[in-house]
């Protein structure tokens, strides 16, 4: 099999995931301020605003984000979280675990030890599949 890289949305790096990240959860417009300030709080990193605008940059012409100016410039998700996060997955099962869902499933479950609730709530997920 030949793998290909997506050619309309290229892969992002681990700061343009990050930055993205911050858009998606914000659920809203945002603008880069309101970007650097959550990623000092929830994250960490203490960026300047040159260095975000290039990560903003980035994700745009890979068409993660669209922007608009009123004022300052505001940015909104041009792609979906559930959509990227879907692909990531898909990508992952393919290239890691030969296209095996129970492969991709039974890596994930081995990699820190499950709550009692969590355990449960898989219990009730694999409960729900078709036989």
């Not at 880069?32 to 960490?44: D, F, H, P, T």
Request: with cysteine; proline share 2%; glycine share 4%.
């Amino acid at each position: 099999m030949r793998w290909k890289v997506n050619e309309r949305h290229s892969e992002l790096s681990e700061c343009e995931l990050i930055t993205m990240k911050c858009i998606w959860d914000a659920g809203h417009e945002v603008s880069c301020s309101e970007i650097m300030e959550v990623l000092r709080n929830e994250y960490k990193l203490d960026y300047k605003d040159t260095t975000v605008y290039t990560f903003l940059k980035k994700l745009k012409e890979k068409g993660f984000v669209d922007s608009y100016r009123r004022g300052v410039t505001w940015f909104i998700p041009a792609r979906d979280e559930e959509t990227y996060r879907a692909e990531q997955l898909r990508f992952a099962r393919d290239f890691w675990f030969k296209g095996s869902a129970s492969s991709l499933v039974s890596a994930l479950l081995s990699l820190d030890e499950l709550t009692p609730e969590e355990s449960k709530e898989i219990r009730g997920l694999l409960e729900k599949l078709p036989e």
